[in-house]
């Protein structure tokens, strides 16, 4: 594996595990200050850590067009999952509405092979079957 590949797979791990301490860490806030005020207080932090971010990258560009559109359209979806999770989590352990939440790796695998003809292999696919499996085990 060549160092870029290395390099984003460490990435991706990175990502994976800040989003598992974030998603622990809401759970804790809901309880403590209701889902409203931790999924306002949340998106507060966030987006100044996105914006020094890409302002420190130099890479802005706010021309609008279709992936604008695009990229509004996935941040209004975000917005909606926020605030369906911290409702959920009010009602159900963070060890159950997480883990599910998670699955929509499904969705997005299955919105890539229809609309951007990606193709599956193997090996995705076995993921898809132990990713129905956890879903399975996880909500009985």
């Known amino acids: 594996m060549d160092e870029e590949k290395k390099r ?7 990502a994976g595990l800040l989003w598992g301490v974030g998603s622990f860490i809401s759970k804790v806030g809901v ?17 100044p850590v996105v914006t020094g971010y890409i302002l ?3 890479e802005l560009s706010l021309n609008w067009n279709q992936g604008t559109a695009y990229s509004m359209a996935a941040g209004l979806l975000t917005g909606a999952t926020v605030i369906l999770a911290r ?3 009010q009602f159900y352990d963070v060890s159950l509405v997480n883990p599910v939440i998670r699955l929509n790796i499904l969705v997005t695998l299955l919105l890539s092979v229809i609309v951007l003809k990606e193709r599956i292999n193997w090996k995705k696919g076995l993921g898809v079957a132990f990713a129905l499996g956890a879903l399975i085990l996880l909500s009985t």
Do not use: M
């Open 31 to 47: 309880t403590a200050v209701g889902p409203w005020t931790a999924a306002y207080v949340r998106s507060l932090a966030f987006f």
């Open 56 to 58: 420190w990258k130099g």
């Open 8 to 14: 984003g797979i460490s990435l991706v791990l990175l």
């Open 87 to 89: 409702q959920a989590l």
